[in-house]
């Protein structure tokens, strides 16, 4: 928050922090662009259009995450989570439910705009960040650029060698992606649970790589010394972190504001969007007090629409929109191509002299990199479990190369928009992660953890997922710059243009993508 802090005093930001008492609606309010969501694809847009002299309203359903709670701390970490960890749940959903089957995990807290959310559907949910930098706050920061094999395979149509040469450089470099130093990494109690995890998987005859991140491991080296503040040392991560990460609000939104052409309104989610006679774009916005009540509903007005709210956010918002006749001539192919990008957690139980460690960095810093097996691809990210005592756990995120696809339909009995994902769609990556981790297991002489998810017996977490993609693919949904089809001035920069798969951390190829597409919008199109 330092940077927006600091931007502010210098009269450089304008962030529309609004009294929450309810008044009457007012008259239509105007800008010539209007950002949905302050996730990646909506910072990027923000950020070259405040450059560009284009006065920019960004519209962000959560909060302005700048104001400490009664511990000083803006942010709550995962031991003692409370009302600031969730977005208006009492309890929270965090996606280790049990240890030794105990319900020890979660916790009780009051209804607040919290800054995760967990999305549930019938047969998936999904986590997404809630505030000033979407997902960026509350993610683990892996900034991982995709194989360019793999990019190419997804993105048939887009130039590789542009975006691995100019894109996703430009990306990395605004994000702030930096790496850990591997001779402290090798020396560090905090990463003994990676190096353990490392073990196992050269036992196995497998590779591990290290992952670039957007936390500052200078920082974190300071954090372990004990001279600087512990954030990532001190169990911050799904529910943000007070320290050390390069989230959002540091880098490209930071910079938006400091454009002086850029505004951001928080708590305000889209409801609907319209467009009318004379070519502008109609939205309709609630705007919520902390309890979750609507307090106003407010009309803007634009002629170029930006959607950054996430694969969840953007597609339901399209959906809705076509099949309740608001944008009907929008593609057919709105909805479709979802995936949670393979995603499934598993645990393993390590020998007796197999440590992990009681201290244990939240930012992962490697993964088992298998993906080269053509008859099994998967990423495995070795995932923290910052508990505080030893466990003989280790803990992996797996990214599978799972086809499954699912669409989003507009339910009008309920007025929702629902996603048609399935366990047998699941049961897909389970079997890929379990064909890695059978091997693992098999060379090391360990088995699998069947404590941590809840379900007695559970070993691997596939109802969840912490990377939604697609629902508005790009080259279909849209052109292939994210313009969307049967309307101009209309553009997605989200994770929903990615066909839900990238096989990596996506963060960085959201980016990297919403770099491209502003770059052609603003040269052609304004």
């Avoid at 892996?142 to 149509?157: D, G, H, K, L």
Wanted: proline share 4%.
């Amino acid at each position: 928050m330092v940077a927006l802090q600091t931007a502010a005093a210098a009269g450089l930001t304008r962030i529309g922090l609004q009294s929450a008492q309810a008044v009457e609606p007012a008259a239509v309010e105007t800008a010539p662009a209007i950002v949905v969501g302050s996730g990646y694809g909506g910072a990027v847009a923000a950020l070259r259009l405040g450059q560009a002299g284009i006065t920019t309203l960004v519209l962000e359903m959560g909060r302005l995450w700048n104001t400490p709670g009664s511990d000083g701390k803006i942010f709550c970490n995962t031991a003692n989570p409370d009302q600031r960890s969730m977005w208006f749940k009492t309890r929270t959903e965090a996606p280790l439910a049990t240890f030794l089957w105990l319900d020890v995990v979660n916790k009780d807290i009051g209804l607040y705009p919290g800054v995760l959310d967990r999305v549930h559907y019938d047969a998936m949910s999904v986590y997404v960040g809630r505030g000033v930098g979407g997902g960026s706050l509350v993610n683990g920061g892996m900034a991982v650029t995709p194989r360019q094999s793999y990019f190419t395979e997804q993105f048939p149509t887009v130039d590789a060698t542009a975006m691995y040469n100019t894109y996703f450089p430009r990306a990395r470099t605004m994000l702030g992606v930096n790496t850990v130093d591997p001779t402290w990494f090798e020396s560090t109690e905090w990463y003994q649970f990676t190096r353990t995890s490392r073990k196992a998987a050269t036992n196995t005859g497998l590779t591990t790589t290290f992952v670039p991140n957007v936390y500052d491991f200078g920082y974190m080296q300071q954090e372990a010394a004990g001279t600087a503040t512990k954030s990532a040392l001190a169990q911050e991560v799904i529910y943000g972190n007070n320290y050390g990460k390069k989230s959002l609000d540091k880098t490209y939104l930071a910079s938006a504001l400091g454009t002086g052409k850029v505004t951001i309104h928080t708590l305000e989610k889209v409801r609907a969007v319209t467009r009318a006679s004379d070519g502008s774009y109609q939205l309709t916005v609630d705007r919520i007090d902390n309890t979750g009540a609507v307090v106003e509903t407010k009309q803007y007005s634009c002629t170029y629409l930006f959607l950054g709210g996430g694969s969840l956010g953007t597609t339901e918002l399209l959906v809705r929109a076509r099949d309740t006749g608001t944008l009907p001539a929008l593609d057919a192919t709105v909805g479709a191509g979802w995936g949670p990008n393979g995603n499934t957690m598993v645990g393993r139980a390590n020998h007796i002299w197999d440590t992990t460690g009681a201290n244990q960095a939240t930012m992962p810093v490697m993964g088992i990199d298998d993906w080269s097996n053509t008859d099994n691809p998967v990423f495995a990210e070795i995932a923290p479990l910052p508990i505080g005592f030893e466990t003989w756990v280790s803990l992996y995120l797996a990214i599978t190369k799972n086809p499954q696809r699912a669409s989003f339909t507009y339910d009008s009995a309920s007025g929702t928009v629902k996603l048609g994902w399935t366990a047998a769609q699941s049961a897909v990556s389970v079997a890929m992660a379990k064909k890695l981790f059978d091997r693992i297991n098999s060379a090391n002489a360990t088995i699998y953890r069947s404590d941590l998810f809840g379900t007695p017996s559970k070993v691997f977490a596939d109802d969840f997922c912490y990377h939604p993609l697609g629902g508005c693919v790009l080259g279909k949904a849209t052109d292939n710059y994210g313009r969307v089809k049967g309307y101009s001035k209309l553009y997605i920069t989200d994770g929903s243009l990615v066909p839900g798969n990238i096989g990596v951390n996506p963060f960085v190829t959201i980016t990297a993508l919403a770099e491209r597409t502003m770059e052609r919008v603003l040269a052609e199109d304004t």
